[in-house]
């Protein structure tokens, strides 16, 4: 008989699904009874609603990977490498990934073994250290994106540590990259200017590494400071939930930069009655610094209530152009990904398509736009910013058509 092994789903506290393994790493995702039948039921996704704004509930088994909702949860790349190594599991292996990782994602959501269930033998995956004793060492939560990072705690103190077992965190760390200098100070410069023009920022600051308590050991990094970031999720009164763009639209993260136009995000964003033109504002802001790395996971939802649509606060905004050159933006806005291209036309296209007032998108745009100018004028010379950063956000202020309507 194949392992089977179940995860239950649970969404602020309450018990509203199941993951399931039912052996060579296929997974089913059902909705419980009382969950279909409640008619006040908090959200979990839009990406569960059908065209009716009723509960979808019939799902096809995957195969490795889970849906792309809970993949979503899951880091990518280095980071997702990172922690697999500490809780010794095989990072292909989605089910018992999200296990390990289930008690602190991003959101309201935490994932948690169904009574009487223990770790089973086969997922060891070659390990001989047994889960319960690697999860001592493992730093147990899941936040989405590439870089490394980590959930902290501020201390007595007003200082920042990391959790043992890294679960309960209201802040996050990130890492000096292993590849860029100065990626901590380019993105706290970015993240100031974005409130100055305002956008909706969360607190941030730049620490020193070594000021950090217990801080894993990574390897060389390119810095000797992080960038850190108060969760939005978090909040004194419990967790708020939130999901990004690739799990509103259903796609797998290596798909985050191929299904979308920022027009498809602001429809969404319009129909669900959030800020449009705050994310007008945002896409404008990005287009200025040269970010090109916007895409369908640095786009998110939160639900104040568990149950109204709100645009989440901003963040993973960095001028990228001067790490990897590049003329387009992660999406297209309308018809066009091209910086030199996002002129007042294409705004016009974008209203259009994303059904959002002309006369505001335009009004939006052009503030945003003047604001920045003024802000870049007076700020630049303070923020932290290496040379070649000045230099690619000028450049930028020069291609971008409507940085000069």
Do not use: C
């Amino acid at each position: 008989m194949p392992d089977v092994s179940t995860l239950n789903v649970m969404l602020h506290g309450t018990r509203i699904a199941t993951l399931t393994n039912v052996g060579g790493d296929r997974t089913i995702f059902a909705f419980t009874e009382d969950y279909i039948r409640n008619r006040q039921r908090p959200v979990l996704g839009l990406r569960f609603k059908d065209a009716l704004g009723e509960l979808i509930t019939e799902f096809a088994p995957t195969q490795t990977s889970l849906i792309p909702w809970f993949s979503n949860l899951l880091p990518e790349g280095p980071l997702r490498k990172y922690l697999a190594e500490r809780a010794r599991v095989n990072q292909k292996r989605e089910f018992f990934l999200l296990w390990a990782l289930g008690k602190d994602l991003p959101g309201a959501v935490t994932i948690e073994p169904a009574e009487g269930e223990a770790w089973p033998p086969s997922a060891h995956d070659g390990h001989d250290e047994p889960f319960e004793n690697a999860s001592a060492n493992a730093l147990r939560f899941s936040l989405a994106g590439v870089q490394l990072k980590f959930s902290a705690l501020e201390d007595a103190r007003g200082g920042l540590a990391i959790p043992a077992r890294g679960m309960g965190g209201d802040w996050i760390v990130k890492l000096p990259s292993r590849e860029h200098d100065g990626v901590p100070e380019n993105e706290f410069s970015m993240m100031t200017l974005a409130r100055k023009v305002g956008i909706d920022v969360p607190a941030i600051q730049l620490v020193d590494l070594n000021a950090i308590a217990n801080l894993p050991e990574t390897g060389r990094l390119r810095g000797a400071q992080a960038f850190v970031i108060q969760r939005f999720d978090r909040l004194a009164s419990g967790p708020v939930h939130m999901e990004d763009f690739a799990q509103v639209f259903d796609v797998y993260p290596d798909d985050k930069y191929k299904t979308a136009t920022m027009r498809r995000v602001a429809g969404v964003i319009a129909a669900e009655g959030a800020d449009s033109t705050e994310f007008v504002r945002r896409m404008v802001f990005n287009a200025l610094i040269g970010n090109a790395d916007m895409h369908l996971k640095n786009w998110s939802l939160i639900y104040p209530d568990q149950r109204r649509t709100a645009l989440a606060p901003a963040y993973d905004f960095l001028s990228t152009t001067p790490y990897i050159k590049d003329d387009k933006s992660a999406l297209k806005v309308s018809r066009s990904a091209r910086f030199d291209e996002f002129t007042r036309d294409e705004l016009v296209h974008f209203a259009a398509k994303a059904r959002l007032p002309e006369r505001v998108v335009l009004d939006t745009a052009a503030e945003t736009v003047a604001l920045f100018h003024q802000q870049w004028k007076s700020e630049a010379k303070n923020l932290p910013m290496a040379k070649d950063v000045i230099a690619a956000v000028e450049h930028q202020l020069r291609i971008v058509p409507i940085a000069n309507d």
